[in-house]
């Protein structure tokens, strides 16, 4: 069970709500919010959110919408506002973009505040541009973030487009350079309860996952970090997976909207999980309250019978609570996790034995394990 004041929070702010210069066909967030959060409302959340930090050290995260709509000047006073409110602390930021905005001038805003930045992007040309747009715009900032030095990490959506391509997609990200890879499927429901045309299959997400990781096991294990394996490794040996949808319990992650609602979590921006406003209640308040608490734990609490029975519960948790869309709360991405984590387990076992050995999990690479492996 989650204690009070145990474990850090992280408010997700989204300063300019849901506006974007795109129009992705499967984005869960349009719609849930516009505006833009005020330079007093800016300031509050920014003492409130360095107070309700447990650690020495802050993560901003700054999203959307795209955050980059704003000017450069509302994030200049941000960083005059962390400076005076954090004092002593060490204080990061990262940003989520489309990459389609980056110019020059952003770029050495980002360097020389110490920004990491991740860039939404979906794979090669074709692949990007079948749900998405102007993808050679947001190649291109990527290319000035290079060009500049400015870190930056991708972040691919598995959508039932290129979720048919996993060796493409994969081999993509290594040839601009990309270090540290996410990837989270599209499950969305329509207004009729129907999958959106835009949602990968179980299928198709396990065949995605299995074929990818082969390619990652073959040189880029300790070179090219893929948050799903390491979290999935992580889990393996029994530590904090550092990704709330792998983790046993949930509710560490709200989202703030421009007018100062907080919300249990990005993807629950919905009434009933709306906490309260931080004008009226502090977020130490809002976030380590009954009601984030229980929200937390409804993850294990609330799991699936199927899965009390998984040989594989403890690599997965049971996953997102936003995909336990089957009868008795089962994770509709359930099959293609099981296959995944069928075809894995020869090299996790390799992974954690090297781990708990103090030795690298890159050694997978040179070891019998990769060929045994289904």
């Not at 890879?181 to 129907?194: A, C, K, N, S």
């Not at 954690?352 to 999990?361: D, S, T, V, W, Y």
Request: glycine fraction near 8%; hydrophobic fraction near 35%; aromatic fraction near 12%.
């Amino acid at each position: 069970m989650l204690a009070p004041f145990a474990y850090p929070v992280y408010v997700m702010a989204k300063p300019a709500g849901s506006r974007c210069n795109l129009s992705c066909r499967y984005c869960y967030y349009l719609g849930k919010g516009g505006g833009t959060m005020s330079d007093e409302l800016l300031e509050e959340f920014t003492r409130q959110y360095i107070e309700a930090q447990t650690q020495a050290e802050v993560l901003f995260t700054w999203h959307g919408g795209e955050p980059l709509l704003l000017p450069q000047r509302y994030y200049e006073r941000a960083m005059a506002l962390q400076q005076r409110y954090g004092r002593g602390r060490h204080i990061d930021n990262c940003l989520q973009t489309n990459g389609t905005l980056i110019t020059d001038a952003w770029c050495r805003f980002f360097r020389e505040h110490n920004f990491l930045i991740g860039i939404s992007i979906d794979g090669p040309e074709p692949l990007h541009n079948h749900y998405r747009q102007q993808f050679r715009q947001t190649l291109r900032g990527i290319e000035l973030l290079k060009k500049h030095g400015v870190m930056w990490n991708a972040m691919a959506t598995v959508n039932s487009r290129n979720a048919d391509h996993p060796v493409a997609f994969y081999r993509f990200f290594k040839e601009i350079g990309c270090e540290y890879l996410q990837f989270t499927p599209i499950v969305e429901q329509q207004p009729d309860g129907q999958l959106s045309p835009e949602s990968v299959s179980p299928s198709q997400w396990g065949r995605f996952l299995t074929r990818l990781y082969d390619e990652w096991l073959k040189e880029d294990v300790g070179r090219l970090f893929v948050q799903l394996f390491d979290a999935t490794l992580a889990n393996w040996v029994g530590a904090a997976p550092g990704v709330c949808s792998m983790s046993a319990f949930c509710g560490q992650s709200a989202a703030l909207q421009p007018d100062g609602s907080l919300y249990s979590c990005d993807h629950f921006v919905f009434p009933q999980y709306k906490l309260g406003n931080i004008r009226e209640h502090t977020i130490t308040e809002l976030m380590y309250g009954e009601r984030q608490q229980r929200f937390g734990r409804e993850k294990h609490d609330g799991i699936a019978e199927k899965c009390t029975r998984c040989r594989y519960l403890f690599a997965c948790h049971g996953e997102c609570p936003k995909n336990r869309i089957l009868p008795g709360r089962e994770n509709y991405l359930c099959a293609g996790y099981h296959a995944f984590f069928s075809h894995a387990e020869p090299t996790m076992d390799f992974m954690a034995g090297e781990l708990r050995a103090g030795r690298a999990p890159a050694n997978v690479m040179d070891s019998s394990a990769v060929s045994s492996s289904p």
